[in-house]
């Protein structure tokens, strides 16, 4: 049985893998923390690591992306899309008034990941300004902290699987800032995984670094693409670290290394000066609620 790693029960990337997988037999391995989450796969412990990279409303998740690049060399075995749906968190009892209406006021304090709180700024700031907000690994560790702390006045943002593992109340539902709150996922690994539906795209990441003081070089690089109709889905520069003003651009290409004219602008992009990085070539899975059951 395969082996994939991830962030604690309950957390949005559980619940993103139950629905990717949808009942095919695998064993779950939780950590705390996204680094050993990505560590398991790199030691053997795992056969695949679960890695949330962007979001609709935080874009990409910066951390992540680094350590894909700069930490890992695992490719990209698959990308699926799934809402971040965030409640707040709690046990009602401490928050409920005489009456049986919510008391937000009396909330102190607010655990959760820092992406997740980022999502929920609108709601935070109507309902619950005088708390102060703690940042940890995962949503589901901030709902354990306030599994395990009863009676402090705490709540937590987190998913309903993650108030159902720890026996806590959704205190108010969907309390994101955006409807179409979604995360884009991918799968980490050495070897492909079977999904059993059909993707809706075949995509490729490539990493670009640029030489050094080469005028246009960019626009070169794009025009590769451009004139063999090749669809860049996303393209984005981050500091390679290795110096001020350096930088490489990650890009997403709608289409698989097999294609003749992908390998032919990756060679253009190289005669070019460029050093071309492949990340990885995978199937693509969009959200469909109405088609999906998590199991």
């Not at 253009?268 to 995978?282: D, F, H, K, P, T």
């Given at each position: 049985?395969?082996k994939i790693?991830?962030?604690?029960?309950?957390?949005?990337?559980?619940?993103?893998?139950?629905?990717?997988?949808?009942?095919?037999?695998?064993?779950?391995?939780h950590?705390?923390?996204?680094?050993?989450?990505?560590?398991?796969?790199?030691?053997?412990?795992?056969?695949?690591?679960?890695?949330?990279?962007?979001?609709?409303i935080?874009?990409?998740?910066?951390?992540?992306?680094?350590?894909?690049?700069?930490?890992?060399d695992l490719?990209?075995?698959?990308?699926?899309v799934?809402?971040?749906?965030?409640?707040?968190?709690?046990?009602?009892?401490e928050?409920?008034?005489?009456?049986g209406?919510?008391?937000?006021?009396?909330?102190?304090?607010?655990?959760?990941?820092?992406?997740a709180t980022?999502?929920?700024?609108?709601?935070?700031?109507?309902?619950?300004?005088?708390?102060e907000?703690?940042?940890v690994?995962?949503t589901?560790?901030g709902?354990?902290?306030?599994?395990?702390?009863?009676?402090?006045?705490?709540a937590?943002?987190?998913?309903?699987?993650?108030?159902?593992?720890?026996?806590?109340?959704?205190l108010?539902?969907?309390?994101?800032?955006?409807?179409?709150?979604y995360?884009?996922?991918?799968?980490?690994?050495r070897?492909?995984?079977?999904i059993?539906r059909?993707p809706e795209?075949?995509?490729?990441?490539?990493?670009v670094?640029?030489?050094?003081?080469?005028?246009?070089?960019l626009?070169?690089?794009?025009s590769?693409?451009?004139?063999?109709?090749?669809?860049?889905?996303?393209?984005?520069?981050?500091?390679?670290?290795?110096?001020?003003?350096?930088?490489?651009?990650?890009?997403?290409v709608?289409?698989?290394?097999?294609s003749?004219?992908?390998?032919?602008a990756?060679?253009?992009?190289?005669?070019?000066?460029?050093?071309?990085?492949?990340?990885?070539s995978?199937?693509?899975?969009?959200?469909?609620?109405?088609?999906?059951?998590?199991?």
């Amino acid at each position: 049985m395969k082996k994939i790693a991830l962030l604690p029960s309950g957390s949005v990337s559980h619940e993103a893998i139950r629905y990717l997988l949808n009942g095919e037999p695998v064993e779950f391995v939780h950590y705390k923390l996204i680094s050993d989450v990505f560590m398991s796969t790199v030691e053997g412990k795992s056969d695949y690591s679960v890695i949330p990279i962007e979001n609709t409303i935080e874009g990409s998740v910066s951390l992540h992306m680094d350590w894909l690049v700069n930490e890992v060399d695992l490719p990209m075995q698959v990308e699926w899309v799934y809402p971040s749906i965030q409640n707040l968190i709690g046990n009602a009892s401490e928050f409920l008034t005489s009456d049986g209406t919510m008391d937000y006021s009396q909330i102190k304090k607010i655990w959760s990941h820092q992406v997740a709180t980022a999502q929920c700024r609108q709601f935070l700031a109507k309902a619950a300004p005088q708390a102060e907000l703690e940042q940890v690994g995962s949503t589901s560790e901030g709902v354990k902290i306030v599994k395990d702390n009863p009676g402090q006045g705490w709540a937590a943002i987190g998913t309903s699987l993650g108030a159902a593992t720890h026996g806590l109340n959704v205190l108010a539902e969907r309390i994101t800032d955006h409807d179409n709150n979604y995360t884009r996922f991918v799968l980490i690994g050495r070897d492909p995984i079977s999904i059993n539906r059909s993707p809706e795209h075949i995509k490729t990441s490539i990493l670009v670094t640029l030489p050094e003081d080469v005028p246009g070089a960019l626009h070169q690089v794009l025009s590769a693409f451009a004139w063999r109709r090749l669809n860049l889905s996303r393209i984005e520069s981050r500091p390679t670290k290795k110096k001020l003003g350096n930088y490489y651009f990650y890009i997403d290409v709608m289409a698989s290394t097999d294609s003749v004219l992908l390998v032919a602008a990756m060679g253009e992009i190289e005669a070019l000066g460029c050093l071309v990085r492949v990340l990885g070539s995978y199937p693509g899975y969009a959200y469909e609620r109405e088609k999906m059951e998590v199991k």
